[in-house]
């Protein structure tokens, strides 16, 4: 089992479905520490946001991010979101 999928087991955990409550995952470049920071967020309806590193990666894996957010997407169905490219 290889980052990805271990990212992904993360992602499937903590994806609860439940009433009212929006998910979706941040694959965030932090430029001035040169990583890529994966946030998996969550918020109900008409409540504050909830944010939590479930990843990260080196910026050398930088290129290859749209292909983890297509591959995140296709095996959990969560939206991603691609931030500071």
Wanted: hydrophobic fraction near 30%; proline fraction near 1%; charged fraction near 35%.
């Amino acid at each position: 089992m290889n980052y990805d999928d271990k990212l992904i087991e993360e992602i499937k955990k903590r994806f609860t479905k439940q009433k009212n409550t929006l998910y979706w995952v941040r694959i965030v470049y932090q430029k001035y520490s040169k990583q890529l920071n994966v946030f998996f967020e969550y918020a109900k309806i008409g409540m504050a946001t909830h944010s939590e590193q479930i990843g990260r990666y080196n910026e050398s894996e930088k290129d290859r991010m749209p292909e983890l957010a297509k591959h995140i997407k296709k095996e959990t169905n969560v939206n991603v979101e691609l931030g500071d490219f």
